[in-house]
């Protein structure tokens, strides 16, 4: 066990210098405004960054952020951490709202709050460098995220544009680094 305990950390730092994608709506474009066609990310293994700029999202001509990816077999979301809410243009509101559910398009319907949503958080500078995947995903409790599609929605409904970033951890499973690491060792090695 002292050398699973050894081996983890090791493997947990290089899953997240291994890295994954990025995605800037300043640099790639606007992500979709359509819950039901939400932009799809190929997230791979490792630190996946989003950052998206929102605003007055329930007025015409606002804009709400929906994005989609994959959690293959054997990797699970470890962790959502929230790495900037600001403004970019000044102003005082920098709480944007960041909803999640299971599946590759959003059910939940913002305009009559009907649909299922496994959770969600409001941005803060208080919440920067924290992991919100727990609230993200208060309806199940289920952390880490199981294999599968996901969906965030990301929105401000004031006027303040509002810049947030997630960067979206993903890791293998721990039954995987548990077997990994058991792996290594000889069928006769003292585990204890």
């Known amino acids: 066990m002292r050398m ?31 819950r039901f066609a939400p932009t799809f990310l190929a997230f791979t293994e490792g630190v996946n960054r989003v950052s998206m700029d929102v605003v007055i999202s329930d007025q015409p001509g606002g804009d709400r952020d929906y994005f989609t990816f994959t959690v293959d077999p054997g990797l699970v979301i470890e962790s959502v951490i929230l790495v900037e809410a600001s403004l970019p243009q000044g102003g005082f509101d920098s709480t944007a709202f960041v909803g999640f559910t299971s599946g590759n398009f959003f059910d939940f319907d913002p305009d009559t709050f009907q649909g299922s949503l496994n959770g969600f958080e409001l941005t803060s500078s208080e919440f920067i460098g924290t ?62």
Request: glycine content about 10%; hydrophobic content about 40%; overall charge negative.
């Open 131 to 192: 992991d919100i995947l727990p609230a993200l995903n208060s309806q199940s409790g289920t952390v880490p995220s199981p294999p599968g599609d996901y969906t965030f929605w990301v929105q401000q409904t004031g006027t303040d544009l509002t810049r947030v970033t997630l960067d979206i951890v993903i890791t293998p499973a721990p039954t995987s680094v548990a077997t990994l690491a058991l792996g290594g060792l000889p069928p006769d090695a003292d585990a204890t």
């Open 4 to 34: 699973i305990a050894m081996l983890t950390p090791a493997i947990g730092v290089s899953t997240l210098l291994a890295g994954g994608i990025t995605y800037d709506e300043n640099i790639d474009g606007d992500l979709s405004d359509d």
